[in-house]
């Protein structure tokens, strides 16, 4: 009788392959919504770390995806909500109680910190749309609309990466008591997320045969640097990221 039912409805197994995407995408959830119980405990070091790990494992799910031919719209939709947990809900969060929640005025800095939650929804939303319903405007396949969310989210954590390491430097000063130009700085990313402006893509790179070995060479010492100075080359990093806004900019004009 049970085999009867289960050929009735059609019920078939699922190879594990298919779930392979889906469970890395579910370990960078559980990785990087941890790093709200180490903001908690104010191990703020240990906290970005896991956003950081999210990010990666962000990027591999994707890959295992394709290679496996795993992908569907489950796992599209399943990887959007764990991107605006990991990149959206914490990051904020961690923010928050970092510096806005001693800050006088809370009401101001929870107002950032909702237009930051906003803006990435809007953003998550807009690429899954994008998925199902792809835009009749043209647009230049070596840019991306916006600042991606992963993106956004270490460039959001920026100010807490900066105290790590740049605050002891200069003594009094105290990067976390500077609330004011923290959310000014959270709105100038928020408002980023869902923008219409060009941004990097390195997925869309192409270089030539003759300068591969060259770009793995650099790539292994920007990854070795990353590695051993995280809190000094990440910012590095984010200001470079900053300044190729315009850039694209200029260069989608041109072309």
Request: include cysteine; charge should be positive.
């Amino acid at each position: 009788m049970l085999r009867f039912k289960r050929k009735r409805l059609g019920i078939r197994p699922v190879p594990f392959t298919k779930l392979l995407p889906n469970i890395i995408t579910l370990i960078g959830l559980i990785i990087g919504s941890s790093s709200i119980r180490f903001a908690l405990d104010s191990r703020w070091e240990t906290a970005v770390y896991c956003i950081l790990i999210a990010t990666i494992i962000d990027g591999l799910d994707g890959g295992v995806a394709r290679m496996l031919n795993a992908t569907s719209h489950f796992g599209a939709e399943l990887d959007s909500l764990c991107d605006f947990m990991n990149f959206g809900l914490c990051p904020a969060m961690l923010i928050y109680l970092w510096s806005f929640q001693q800050y006088e005025y809370k009401v101001i800095s929870w107002a950032s910190i909702m237009l930051f939650l906003v803006c990435m929804a809007i953003r998550l939303a807009r690429f899954n749309t994008a998925i199902v319903q792809p835009s009749e405007i043209k647009q230049d396949d070596r840019f991306l609309l916006g600042v991606p969310a992963p993106s956004g989210a270490v460039l959001a954590l920026i100010p807490l990466i900066l105290d790590f390491e740049f605050s002891p430097l200069f003594g009094e000063f105290n990067l976390r008591n500077h609330t004011l130009l923290i959310n000014l700085y959270i709105v100038i990313i928020a408002l980023l997320l869902p923008s219409r402006l060009p941004t990097l893509s390195l997925k869309k790179i192409q270089i030539k045969q003759e300068y591969l070995s060259l770009s793995m060479i650099v790539s292994a010492v920007i990854i070795i640097t990353i590695v051993i100075y995280p809190w000094y080359s990440l910012p590095l990093v984010a200001i470079l990221y900053v300044l190729s806004i315009p850039v694209c900019m200029y260069v989608t004009r041109k072309l």
